[in-house]
């Protein structure tokens, strides 16, 4: 195996995501900035590489962090204690919130009402980062989405048909509603395996665990697709990424959103996704 020299990588690392800041122009003087944690190594990332900027750029920004707890037995905890301990580590103070606490049931409870679980799994979180974001006064909400994840959404809009989706692309969103937290993509950038690497070989204790539900997604598939060609043929991740970067228009399309009859929460038709998905749960588990 090539020996990687640590303090080469991790200066590769750093000015990817430095580099990605800067271009797209993610963190603004007065920002104030919740990173989405999973606890899993993208978002672990994400919190090095947002709190190690804080201190070597000239803009002055403040960190915070939400852990959504989605209720997932034997997979859930591990990701809370990993963002509690790095938090920790880095002194950004930690929301973490739960599906339980805000709806009355765990995501286990109603995994089975779906096809795939991965489908109320990301409205209710969604959901519950832009509310928790809203009200602790962020400016933008920081994810851990990888080189990897965007080409995988990007393929999935045309599985899909929906290339409306192609709004919700690149580094940086704009805000759309006062009451919307815009979401920017640090690791945008970042090839996922790189991302992998850095927690090897800065020993970072990370839950590198699957979530038991992922198989049922359309996203495991393409991963494993995109996974298998790149074995096949090298850099054809990168060529995807590319000729996505040229297409790519930062243009987002003009929706007019309203407040949600039932929680107050902007959406784009009331009631929202979320509670419109409540009440259709509340009927399947009566
Ligand atoms: S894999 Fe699916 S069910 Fe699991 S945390 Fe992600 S979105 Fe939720
Ligand atoms: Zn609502």
């Not at 707890?69 to 859930?76: K, L, M, P, T, V």
């Not at 009451?179 to 945008?188: E, G, Q, V």
Request: glycine share 6%; net charge negative; proline share 3%.
């Amino acid at each position: 195996m090539m020996k990687i020299d640590k303090d080469e990588f991790n200066k590769y690392v750093e000015d990817n995501v430095f580099n990605t800041i800067s271009e797209y122009n993610l963190i603004e003087d007065g920002d104030n900035i919740m990173i989405g944690v999973s606890g899993g190594k993208d978002s672990i990332l994400t919190l090095n590489m947002l709190h190690s900027y804080q201190q070597k750029s000239d803009i002055n920004f403040t960190l915070k962090a939400v852990c959504i707890d989605e209720g997932i037995a034997g997979y859930r905890n591990d990701g809370i204690k990993s963002a509690k301990e790095n938090t920790k580590k880095l002194g950004i103070p930690l929301i973490v919130h739960s599906f339980k606490d805000t709806w009355g049931y765990d995501l286990d409870e109603i995994s089975d009402l779906y096809k795939s679980t991965c489908m109320p799994c990301g409205v209710y979180r969604r959901y519950l980062l832009n509310k928790i974001s809203d009200e602790q006064g962020a400016d933008k909400i920081a994810t851990g989405h990888n080189l990897d994840d965007e080409i995988q959404s990007f393929l999935m809009t045309f599985a899909r048909n929906d290339q409306n989706k192609f709004s919700k692309f690149g580094p940086k969103l704009k805000r759309i509603h006062p009451k919307m937290t815009p979401r920017i993509k640090p690791l945008w950038q970042l090839p996922e395996k790189d991302v992998g690497l850095w927690c090897v070989i800065n020993d970072i204790e990370i839950h590198d665990m699957e979530c038991p539900y992922s198989q049922t997604s359309l996203r495991a598939d393409i991963k494993m697709f995109l996974n298998m060609l790149e074995e096949e043929k090298k850099g054809i991740k990168q060529n995807i990424f590319n000729s996505f970067k040229k297409t790519f228009t930062q243009k987002q399309s003009e929706v007019e959103l309203c407040m949600c009859e039932i929680c107050n929460q902007a959406t784009a038709q009331s009631p929202c996704n979320a509670c419109r998905m409540t009440d259709e749960i509340k009927k399947m588990l009566s």
